[in-house]
């Protein structure tokens, strides 16, 4: 007896149904997208391991899938480091590819790679899926797809204005409202990590605080002494922990508690400024909140940090997320190309839009006219209706053969087929069809030759 197929942990068959409403989603976005004046690239789903890894964090590099070189590829590797059982001495040795762990590196690579090609600024998006070696969970996956915008080439405020406005209009489309987009700067944290004493502890740090939501603070402190930050250290980030207020108030506890770091008093101006001027963006679907303990634990970033939360009472983690990073590009040896992005995270936003019933209706119906087969010339017939229709855009199919009637109008139902054409013996012999409304039950009679007036009526 064949074992019963399945799929690896994490990854998921997606039916009819669940890809119209992945495309919805993915339509939506892309639409606002080039709106908003960004070009589509896409790159391999694979790139070299040293491209993709040491560019996510310690954390980050343990996630990333990697590949395995093709042929003997431990006849390669020395006896005595087969031996020591080191994943990572070994690793490098037997994989020099890994799936791609996000499209954010990638994008980097591709622009020192074709530098002399883009016009700078350049703005590009990406919708394409990544994988993660996570432990599976819901809103998580190891195979699932980001959609990305992003700007290389300009600094300043107005680019992390424009993303914000971008995510208004795609959750306003989306019928999505209440989101809350939250709002901090990795050089607020970096001056945090210096007035503690922690500063050569920044990573450990951030990639601590930014599990603050899912683990809480005790095991968040718990964490950084793991790492290595002191008590004391811990001990004077408390107030961090214990703000609260309005962005003004917050504003405010965060100059007190930095009056000894530049860098971090530079973070809270931009932050500031940042804040002050979303008021006048007039958005639709959103809000702006500040939240001082936003981490994003991504190495890469440097000024600005964006999250977006999904409407309250909706169970799910983060459903989009970016920010500033001035020299991403710099790790592949082109210097001072600041940049900034956003991405947008298609299937958690899907089980938003699921739970909250936001999908609309028209995606169920994969069929616009459904054709009973009668067989003979009335089925030659009804296909060249169906042809006719087609070559309008109506998404119209005929039954393969003349089965039963009652499992020709069962196939139609499960189709969601608002109307359904009848061309039998004495239709064809009038010269007409028959239209039943499947949502009535009322019928409609036309001739073959006003097949167009019908589809107007559609």
Not at 29 to 46: A, C, D, L, N, Y
Not at 124 to 139: C, E, L, S
Not at 223 to 233: P, V
Not at 288 to 308: M, S
Request: proline share 4%.
């Amino acid at each position: 007896m064949s074992q019963k197929p399945s799929i690896p942990k994490g990854t998921r068959d997606f039916g009819p149904g669940e890809v119209a409403r992945r495309n919805y989603i993915m339509e939506t976005i892309r639409k606002q997208f080039e709106v908003f004046g960004f070009q589509p690239i896409e790159t391999p789903s694979m790139e070299n391991y040293e491209t993709l890894m040491g560019k996510y964090g310690e954390e980050g590099d343990r996630l990333i899938f990697k590949i395995l070189n093709s042929g003997e590829f431990l006849k390669k590797v020395p006896a005595e480091t087969y031996v020591q059982q080191d994943a990572q001495a070994l690793t490098p040795l037997i994989s020099d590819k890994a799936l791609r762990y996000d499209l954010t590196v990638p994008f980097a690579r591709y622009v020192v790679m074709h530098q002399h090609e883009i016009d700078f600024p350049f703005k590009r998006y990406q919708i394409q899926p990544v994988w993660r070696a996570d432990r599976p969970q819901r809103g998580r996956f190891r195979e699932f797809y980001q959609c990305d915008a992003d700007v290389v080439g300009t600094s300043g405020l107005v680019q992390e204005l424009e993303f914000i406005q971008l995510y208004d209009r795609v959750f306003s489309n989306l019928g999505l409202k209440g989101v809350t987009i939250k709002l901090n700067h990795r050089m607020v944290l970096s001056g945090i990590a210096e007035v503690i004493g922690a500063g050569d502890r920044l990573t450990d740090f951030t990639v601590a605080l930014d599990k603050l939501d899912k683990i809480g603070r005790i095991k968040v402190e718990a964490e950084m002494r793991q790492k290595g930050i002191s008590h004391e250290a811990i001990r004077r980030a408390a107030p961090l922990f214990e703000i609260e207020g309005g962005p003004r108030e917050q504003i405010a506890a965060l100059r007190e508690m930095l009056s000894g770091s530049a860098t971090g008093l530079q973070g809270v101006s931009e932050l500031e400024a940042l804040l002050s001027e979303t008021e006048s963006l007039g958005l639709l679907a959103t809000s702006c909140v500040l939240d001082v303990t936003l981490a994003r634990g991504l190495n890469y970033y440097t000024g600005a940090i964006f999250e977006v939360s999904a409407p309250e009472g909706v169970d799910m983690g983060s459903i989009g997320g970016g920010g500033r990073y001035d020299d991403l590009t710099g790790i592949f040896g082109l210097k001072d190309v600041s940049g900034a992005g956003i991405s947008f995270g298609l299937d958690r936003i899907y089980l938003v839009l699921e739970q909250l019933g936001l999908f609309p209706d028209a995606l169920d119906q994969s069929l616009e006219v459904f054709c009973l087969n009668f067989g003979g010339a009335p089925s030659r017939a009804a296909l060249k209706l169906v042809m006719q229709l087609r070559s309008l855009g109506i998404r119209a199919d005929l039954y393969p053969n003349d089965a039963k009637i009652a499992k020709q109008f069962r196939h139609a139902d499960r189709s969601k087929a608002p109307v359904v054409v009848l061309i039998g013996d004495e239709e064809l012999e009038n010269g007409n069809f028959t239209v039943k409304d499947m949502r009535s039950g009322s019928q409609h009679t036309y001739a073959l030759k006003d097949w167009k007036t019908f589809a107007e009526s559609l």
